[in-house]
């Protein structure tokens, strides 16, 4: 019973684990240098044995300040390191704490504080051999990833972290090097290199004490969280720490961004909220972009650290080091100047998010920098230079609002409204307008970076996007080309994209990703407001580029369908609009497209010539501009499809459009039976007596004629059209053939159009005459009749006279 109560209790690891003076070789080799750093017994009151860990720690104390320890007991306490690390018995705080697990096999707080005892005890942090288990199963790896690193150097650690969840990494030593990194991560003293950079910025930002002391007010977890704050202080704000710990710490966070384990104060707080929303998410950093994600679900502690985190990463996106390696590719091709940097300030992401959409851009930097776009979106603060340059002005203007979005909006309505009430002095900083403006573009390249847009037509994009991919806004795009179908709510958000976009087409991704090299070609100086014009102005150019050209033509029919989405017409026409068309504003309910109807009514008045000079000019560009192509009229369009389906299917299907569709309706306007059909071919005639410039085919068939027989008559209201038509009676003249032939046509088709369409009240007989090809004929005889009839006048009026004065007489 002795010899086994020997055997248990008189171990010699376990003699010298609780008194150095057992071991004889530890007490010669170290005599000198304990009685050197006072590392006696004495100077430990509370303590009644020299217990040999308080002792070594003393030692190791030594060492990390860099004072000289004999290589004969630094050899003695390397093997005693060694031998703690293998033999957990050796620990009686480990054997009291540890053998009791905890809850659903957790560790304790006892035994994880054991634990952390024993590797400030052992220090692996300086030379990782002594753990033996991690140096054997990372030998492969250290040959390999570093091989350039002396053995037993401290930063051996730090390459194997740089190499963690690589190609290079294998799995038992991931586990082993994790396993070690959790308590490393939780003792800033642990990292040797940290703390030999960072001890004298810790001493004098932190009052921090030496190694192997401890502080209640400054404990060892928090001495990082506070030179890490220190990290990215800028100038104004002073004390910063100095450049070669402040590379140290952006290392260490660079390696705590990997696994959520390795942020003790984020693993501390958000234990709850990880087991709560994030318990699927195992794979390799996708646990604190869940924890972002659900950002407004965490409880209020665990919140505030990851939003603390996710505004350092927007400073210093290089952080997310998974991140990093998954977009080496695009940073060295498009991003190695400010990558180089030794301060990101954000530019880094700002051009990531720029170049996402370049051919070299890989799924996974693609989706990462998605996401944090997305994250960026939950809080201004997470964009750090938009943070730097609007905070003023968001605490002055947008008090009290958190979201992205909602200050993005605050700010814009502040800055529009600045503007078109030409105030003296903007209320919204420029450097704040000027990132501004880049976040308002930087929203547009995908739905879900526009909360309010996404959540209306989630199931929209559902029903009929559902394989359209998001960036490069495709989704928008898809969900404007199906406008018609989509839900109310949907229906209106999309409108008011619309209106925005088109009041500034700067802000429509797509038109200008499309349009980019035609907008350098033919735009250049052009302010945004006016850049769709431009292009409009350029799109018939030999040398437009095919696509942009479709694209144009795809923003000109969907300005057609309502006049608020055209903002010159609705500014030339907002005297016009409600003396005219004020019956179509009436009808129509709020938030509902009118489907062209206002432009509609102001080209009927445009063939009467009743609009102010200014809208006139907008309705000919816009009656010339549908008259070569049928889709730019949309009440033609919705009330004559079946017939142009049937009577003119072949010139519909044209790729490029002339105006063959509209001269197909013409000629077959007595083979049309839909009324609404007929009525806008009707007013298609009626428009082109006032303008031969909206009647494409007649202009170009005559454009020779017009030359030599009308070249003095300027255009517009029936002018040129009244020329053609006297030419056309005078025998003398000899006009084109083609040109003889469609104004027969048209003579024949605007009679047919009399007689189906008869005038409507004085106001519109007399348009009529004034229109008519043969107005001078017409008012010939209308003069003609007054002349006689006035002459009856006079005639009748003598012999009233003169019987008046017979009667007097009498």
């Known amino acids: 019973l002795c010899h086994e109560h020997m055997e248990v209790n008189c171990h010699p690891g376990k003699l010298i684990a609780q008194d150095y003076k057992v071991s004889y070789s530890l007490a010669k080799s170290c005599k000198s240098d304990l009685k050197k750093y006072r590392c006696n017994v004495e100077n430990l009151p509370r303590s009644r044995e020299a217990r040999l860990s308080y002792l070594l720690m003393c030692l190791e104390s030594a060492v990390h300040r860099g004072r000289q320890v004999s290589s004969e007991c630094q050899g003695e306490m390397l093997d005693y390191r060694r031998m703690l690390m293998e033999d957990f018995s050796l620990s009686p705080e480990i054997i009291l ?33 002594i753990d033996r288990a991690l140096n054997e199963a990372c030998e492969s790896v250290i040959q390999t990833a570093c091989k350039h690193i002396r053995s037993g150097d401290p930063m051996i650690l730090s390459c194997l972290m740089e190499h963690l969840y690589t190609e290079k990494m294998v799995e038992d030593c991931e586990h082993r090097l994790l396993e070690l990194q959790y308590f490393i991560s939780r003792d800033w003293k642990l990292d040797v290199v940290l703390y030999r950079k960072c001890q004298g910025d810790a001493s004098r930002l932190c009052h921090t004490h030496g190694w192997n002391e401890t502080s209640e007010l400054m404990p060892p977890g928090a001495v990082f969280s506070c030179l890490y704050r220190h990290a990215y202080r800028t100038e104004e704000q002073g004390r910063r720490l100095s450049r070669e710990c402040r590379a140290e710490v952006q290392r260490i966070l660079h390696q705590r961004a990997m696994d959520v384990k390795l942020d003790p104060a984020l693993q501390d707080k958000c234990m709850i909220d990880l087991g709560k929303w994030c318990s699927e998410k195992t794979e390799t950093g996708q646990e604190l972009e869940c924890l972002q994600d659900h950002l407004d679900d965490l409880v209020s502690d665990c919140r505030d650290i990851v939003g603390n985190l996710t505004e350092l990463e927007s400073e210093d996106i290089q952080i997310e080091a998974l991140l990093m390696r998954a977009c080496e590719p695009i ?76 200050v993005v909006i605050c700010l814009s309505t502040t800055v529009r409204n600045d503007t078109l009430q030409d105030a003296k002095e903007h209320r919204v900083s420029l450097k704040c307008r000027k990132q501004l403006r880049v976040e308002e573009l930087e929203m547009t390249e995908d739905i879900r970076l526009e909360p309010e847009l996404y959540e209306a037509c989630k199931s929209d994009i559902k029903n009929y996007c559902q394989n359209v991919p998001y960036g490069n806004a495709q989704i928008i795009e898809c969900l404007k080309e199906i406008k018609k179908q989509l839900s109310t709510r949907c229906h209106q958000k999309v409108f008011k994209l619309q209106e925005t976009e088109m009041m500034d087409p700067e802000l429509d991704y797509t038109l200008m990703r499309v349009c ?80 062209g109807q206002v432009i509609s009514c102001l080209k009927l008045k445009y063939a009467d010539q009743r609009l102010s000079p200014d809208c006139e000019d907008q309705i000919r560009v816009i009656i010339q501009e549908s008259a070569l192509d049928y889709r730019l009229d949309p009440q033609l369009q919705m009330h004559c499809s079946e017939e142009i389906s049937s009577l003119c299917a072949e010139e519909a299907a044209a790729q490029e459009q002339t105006g063959q569709v509209e001269e197909c309706l013409k000629v077959n306007l007595l083979k049309i039976k839909t009324e609404m059909c007929k009525k806008e071919v009707l007013n298609m005639l009626k428009e082109s007596k006032a303008d031969i410039f909206v009647d494409p085919v007649l202009h170009t068939a005559c454009a020779l004629d017009i030359k030599h027989h009308c070249a003095a008559i300027p255009p517009g209201r029936g002018r040129q059209m009244s020329c053609l038509m006297e030419a056309l009676e005078d025998k003398r003249v000899r006009l084109q053939p083609e040109c003889k032939k469609r104004l027969n046509d048209r003579i024949e088709m605007w009679s047919y159009a009399a007689k189906v369409a008869p005038a409507e009240g004085f106001s519109d007989l007399a348009m009529q005459v004034m229109t008519s090809p043969s107005k001078n004929y017409i008012l010939s005889v209308i003069t003609v009749g007054i002349c006689v009839l006035f002459l009856i006048g006079l005639m009748c009026g003598r012999i009233t006279k003169r019987v008046t004065r017979e009667l007097k007489d009498r």
Do not use: W
């Not at 697990?101 to 590797?119: D, F, H, M, W, Y």
């Not at 964009?383 to 009290?400: H, I, R």
């Open 516 to 595: 980019k090299q035609m907008i350098k070609r033919f735009c250049p100086e052009a302010d945004s407001k006016n850049m769709l014009q431009c292009l409009k102005q350029n799109k018939n150019s030999e040398v437009m580029d095919p696509k942009c050209k479709q694209m144009i033509t795809k923003r000109q029919i969907t300005q057609n369908t309502d006049y608020r989405l055209n903002p010159v017409l609705r500014k030339a026409c907002k005297a016009d609009i409600p003396k005219f068309c004020q019956n179509i504003l009436n009808r129509a309910k709020d938030d509902t497209e009118l489907e």
């Open 97 to 129: 704490s540890c053998l009791v697990r905890g809850e659903k096999g957790s560790v304790g707080p006892n035994c994880q504080q054991a634990l952390q005892t024993l590797i400030q005890e052992t220090d692996p942090g300086a030379d990782y051999r």
């Open 331 to 406: 940073i060295q091709t498009f991003c190695h100047e400010v990558a180089d940097n030794q301060i990101d300030s954000g530019d880094l992401m700002e051009c990531l998010i720029q170049n996402k959409h370049q051919k070299e851009m890989n799924e996974k930097c693609a989706i990462g920098v998605t996401h944090f776009q997305l994250v960026q979106m939950k809080d201004f603060r997470f964009s750090y230079k938009f943070k730097m340059a609007c905070k003023e002005d968001v605490l002055k203007l947008c008090p009290n609002i958190k979201k992205k979005v909602d």
